[in-house]
């Protein structure tokens, strides 16, 4: 299958290598040229998880990863096009990716953040009417660290991908192209549960707000380990309760892959990254590092646009969401900006005046 990646983080370059050593015919474009001369120059990607380390070359050719800056060249021939990008960056490159996309294609999204929508009506917009399908689902599929221009650490892999399309008619087709990269996908409803499956905003607010003091003071400060107190980890479950109460509300099924599971070690339904794998995440030391609450993209992506969303849907939905809301109040505090104002809200994507059945309809049938 040919696939495409698109970005150069942590997420892209894991997932660049995933699919080459899968066999897939895989293309990793980054729109930053200079970065992709200096990998080209080195020849390969080092790889390091629990298989040991490894290299793989890329860029030469007979590779089955080649590198490009060419969008249009990147997403010609691709039947599944991999976006493993912070949500932030989701209304400029959805733009540009629009009216490049043609009949048959599969985008994927890990995780959206919504983002399915925002592609898809990007493309509407540009004026392309073609039939292609955005699945998002509910985190990352890798825990992973670049370290320098080619060497990466992947500590975890997703082992359970709870996946909703957009629009939801298009599903079977979705799911047939997108098991054969990720067989660890589990259909959900739609994107819209989809988007209530991300992770992201349920674990990294509470873990950046009740830490800013440490991570104000120190160098680096490790959230995940000696930041998950108990303390801290009731506010998430309370959290994570709003986000199963809005689910529910919104009649989407169970399992709603509670937050908690991700926490247990051998009890519980097996979470996202299967047991054990917060263990792996803290002992690999990776997540030690300078989390400037201005900047970071646990406040400008899982808090402004991950929790607006979540307090969003919540208010159409008529469920109240006390501890997303406070949150977010106290991050808009912290950064010096209204953040539900900027964020990625059914208000500012335009859809907060639609009924539940319209909702649904739009869901299902997508925006042409």
Known sequence: MNITVLGGGHGCYAAAVEMAEKGHQTRLWRRDGAALKELL???????????????????????????????????????????????????????????????????????????????????????????????????????????????????????????GVFPANLS????????????????????????????????????????????????????????????????????????????????????????????????GEEWMYGRGAHGKLTDSGDWREDIDLQKHRYMLEDTRLGLSFLVSVGRWAGVPTPVAQGLLSIASVVAGRDLYAEGRTLENLGLAQLDRAQMTELLTKGCN
Request: glycine residues 8%; charged residues 20%; aromatic residues 6%.
């Open 172 to 267: 079977e087709h979705a799911f047939e192209v997108l098991r054969q990269a990720y067989p660890s996908v589990e259909p959900i409803e739609d994107a819209l549960s989809g988007a209530l499956m991300n992770a992201g905003p349920i674990i990294h607010p509470p873990l950046i707000m009740m830490n800013a003091g440490p991570l104000e003071h120190f160098e680096a400060w490790d959230i995940h380990n000696e930041g998950t107190q108990p303390s801290i980890r009731r506010v998430t479950s309370q959290l994570d309760a709003e986000r199963m109460a809005v689910r529910e509300a919104l009649t989407y099924g169970a399992p709603h892959f509670p937050l908690a599971d991700h926490y247990n070690k051998t009890d």
């Open 41 to 163: 120059a080195i020849g390969s990607l080092t790889i390091k998880d629990y298989r040991g380390t490894r290299q793989l070359s890329v860029g030469k050719p007979g590779d089955k990863l080649s590198l490009t800056d060419n969008l249009a060249e990147a997403l010609g021939d691709a039947q599944l096009v991999i976006i493993p990008l912070p949500s932030t960056s989701h209304e400029d490159l959805a733009k540009h990716v629009a009216p490049h996309l043609h009949d048959g294609q599969v985008v994927f999204l890990p995780p959206g953040t919504f983002g399915s929508y925002v592609f898809a009506k990007a493309m509407a917009d540009a004026g392309n009417r073609s039939q292609v399908a955005f699945a998002e689902t509910g985190t990352l599929p890798y825990l992973v660290r670049k370290h320098g221009a080619s060497d990466l650490v992947i500590s975890g892999y997703a082992t359970r991908l709870p996946t």
